[in-house]
């Protein structure tokens, strides 16, 4: 489940959960995949982005920004070590927002 700013559920991204499930994917798979896509979402609403309609330049800021500002911490603890995500991690989190994008949203959560 992914839910927007005003706490409501993100028909388009709770579609697109669904039809991970459908497909048989994992839950872990499915529950990783929900992170990533309200990772894109808060990104695109922070940067005044409309998330349904990216430029490949938007795309390229977001990939730089996954590997160059801090994740947040696990832990959630003050002081805790600055962790920063790997070019792999943003690449899988761009193939998540990528899918994401491409699938057709045939019904709502």
Known sequence: MVVDEDLELHLE???YLAG???AGRAY?????????IALYLSY???HGLDWANPSLAQLM????????EPAPSRSGKPGAAVRYRSEGTANAIMGTVGEFLSFPVKSAC
């Open 44 to 46: 695109c609403r922070g």
């Open 61 to 68: 800021a977001m990939m730089r920004w996954l590997v160059d």
């Open 13 to 15: 991204a709770c579609a």
């Open 28 to 36: 872990n798979t499915e529950k990783t995949y929900a992170g990533r």
């Open 20 to 22: 991970l499930r459908g």
